[in-house]
């Protein structure tokens, strides 16, 4: 049985800010890839971030944090955006702000 995948009001704004049409598309089917098992894609994310996975997607560049519901078989994409170790901008910096 499939999962329903859903945004968060913030990476559905984070995905509207991705000014390239196709790399917005190419993100946006990478999330909807995660309604099959999406317990077995990405890795879980430790530390302050624990209990939420990160799925990369457009060729390595950007990263997909989500979190699992699985009573409810529910993905919540909590964050998406291009990986950048230091910067306030990062997409594990966002999602650190957001819990």
Do not use: C, H
Not at 37 to 64: H, N
């Amino acid at each position: 049985m499939a999962w329903a995948v859903y945004f968060t009001d913030e990476a559905a704004e984070m995905l509207l800010r991705v000014e390239d049409r196709r790399i917005r598309k190419l993100i946006k089917a990478r999330a909807v890839r995660l309604s099959e098992s999406p317990d077995m894609q990405g890795k879980a994310l430790g530390g302050e971030l624990s209990g939420l996975r990160s799925v990369r997607a457009v060729g390595q560049r950007y990263r997909i944090v989500y979190e699992l519901f699985p009573g409810n078989r529910e993905v919540w994409v909590v964050t998406l955006g291009i990986r950048k170790a230091g910067s306030r901008d990062d997409v594990y910096e966002l999602a650190r702000r957001l819990r």
